[in-house]
T-cell receptor, first 112, second 114 residues
Framework: DADVTQTPRNRITKTGKRIMLECSQTKGHDRMYWYRQDPGLGLRLIYYSFDVKDINKGEISDGYSVSRQAQAKFSLSLESAIPNQTALYFC???????????FGPGTRLLVL | AQSVTQPDIHITVSEGASLELRCNYSYGATPYLFWYVQSPGQGLQLLLKYFSGDTLVQGIKGFEAEFKRSQSSFNLRKPSVHWSDAAEYFCAVGTNNAGNMLTFGGGTRLMVKP
């Protein structure tokens, strides 16, 4: 079984809809991250969490919110989706900045 | 704030040829440096990382990278490319500042000719 899983893997939604992307991990890591990937821009950090009670905004948090339901679960929400949120979204986990970040397989989101 | 530049968006090499992917970073202190690979339809996998010590680091799949402080570079190399190396490669820099975030470059897409 994969260490970091993301659901759904693909999603099409309409402008203005609320959508949630979910991430679960079995690695026992405290740190979890949400990134979005756009062609030519690499990965940009949306939110990160060092533990259940510690959630921080990343580089591009506007229009997004997160919830850390447990050590193993970190969800990303788009309260009112807009077309420029069409992207590939990745969840990742790690134990510290010097340690490897382990990535999920990604969620491809299309906002019409 | 730190930044990462990967000057080459696309690179095409022949199978068996050598490869060098460029990465330049901007950061005031010694950074933590990473190379990740993303195969089509997959997440990112760590190839190698540098924190301190020997400036030439070895990674998985026959890759290596050299940290050059004077040039603010961390170029990835492989002596002989295989068709399975076709993928997108990302350089990233991390710091020990508040946030401990990774900043990624824009990526280099590698194509391998038979």
């Amino acid at each position: 079984d994969a260490d970091v899983t993301q659901t759904p893997r693909n999603r099409i939604t309409k402008t203005g809809k609320r959508i949630m992307l979910e991430c679960s991990q079995t690695k026992g890591h405290d740190r979890m991250y949400w990134y979005r990937q756009d062609p030519g821009l690499g990965l940009r950090l949306i939110y990160y969490s060092f533990d259940v009670k510690d959630i921080n905004k990343g580089e591009i948090s506007d229009g997004y919110s997160v919830s850390r339901q447990a050590q193993a679960k970190f969800s990303l929400s788009l309260e009112s989706a807009i077309p420029n949120q069409t992207a590939l979204y990745f969840c990742a986990t790690s134990t510290s900045v010097t340690e490897t970040q382990y990535f999920g397989p990604g969620t491809r989101l299309l906002v019409l | 704030a730190q930044s990462v530049t990967q000057p080459d968006i696309h690179i095409t090499v022949s199978e068996g040829a050598s490869l060098e992917l460029r990465c330049n970073y901007s950061y005031g202190a010694t950074p933590y440096l990473f190379w990740y690979v993303q195969s089509p339809g997959q997440g990112l996998q760590l190839l190698l990382k540098y924190f301190s010590g020997d400036t030439l680091v070895q990674g998985i799949k026959g890759f290596e990278a050299e940290f050059k402080r004077s040039q603010s570079s961390f170029n990835l190399r492989k002596p002989s490319v295989h068709w399975s190396d076709a993928a997108e490669y990302f350089c990233a820099v991390g710091t020990n500042n508040a946030g401990n975030m990774l900043t990624f470059g824009g990526g280099t897409r590698l194509m391998v000719k038979p």
